[in-house]
């Protein structure tokens, strides 16, 4: 059960003072949202190296 999941799509499930938590409706992962912006430019940088 390896399976890349990029979490396309998430809904935010709970949030306090400076952090917001996000679940991906794909895996049902929760995570914050800061690590989920990283994940994306982390996405965007791969994206242009390939290019
Ligand atoms: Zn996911």
Redesign the pocket.
Known sequence: MNTV????K?RVVAREEDVEFVE??????VFDSNEFRDMQIEDLQDEEETA
């Open positions: 999941c990029k979490h396309p998430v991906c409706l794909d895996c049902g992962e």
